[in-house]
């Protein structure tokens, strides 16, 4: 594959992780306790910076899981999700693809675990500090903040363990990975 089709590949993949991220987070969501909501978004954030890399796991954490939150009505959670969940896919995808060897489960399960760990305490401290002194109500706070920590533990464990084999068995497909950037 030439580097213009390689280019062209890996933006459309991107794209495609990030509408997935999308779905999978409006799809399959359990309100918590405090205003947020539990979902299975993370799952794709995984599988795209595994495969994909840094770039597209960052872009499809962040893009994907903010549009979600917009399209939702969870707009006051957008601005933090993005940087949450892009960090998310980034450190996942660093850990993950060390000097630009495929992952192997050695470096995945550090790696989800590791980043599920970032996205429950980036929301803990957004629901503790940072909204609960931007927005003085009920859903903030660090009651709230404590409330829906249960729900991002189990969003994060759920989807690094249902990831991981998904992963290796979209590695089985003839689709071709080899596009990181």
């Excluded at 957008?78 to 495929?102: H, M, Q, S, W, Y």
């Excluded at 429950?120 to 709230?144: D, P, R």
């Amino acid at each position: 594959m030439n580097q213009s089709n390689k280019k062209l590949t890996f933006m459309v993949y991107t794209a495609l992780c990030i509408a997935m991220v999308t779905l999978c987070t409006m799809i399959i969501k359990v309100p918590s306790v405090k205003g947020g909501y539990v979902n299975f978004g993370d799952i794709v954030i995984f599988i795209t910076a595994v495969l994909l890399g840094k770039r597209a796991g960052m872009l499809a954490g962040g893009i994907g899981s903010a549009m979600a939150d917009l399209l939702l009505g969870y707009s006051v959670y957008a601005p933090a999700t993005f940087v949450i969940k892009g960090l998310e896919g980034f450190l996942c995808a660093l850990i993950a693809n060390r000097k630009d060897k495929e992952a192997t489960i050695k470096s995945m399960i550090p790696a989800v675990i590791i980043s599920a760990a970032w996205m429950v305490l980036g929301y803990f401290i957004f629901e503790f500090k940072i909204g609960g002194l931007l927005f003085a109500n009920e859903s903030f706070g660090f009651t709230a903040a404590v409330f829906n920590l249960p729900g991002n533990i189990v969003q994060g464990t759920v989807s690094a363990l249902v990831a991981i084999p998904f992963i290796l068995a979209l590695r089985k497909t003839k689709l071709n990975f080899n596009l990181k950037r």
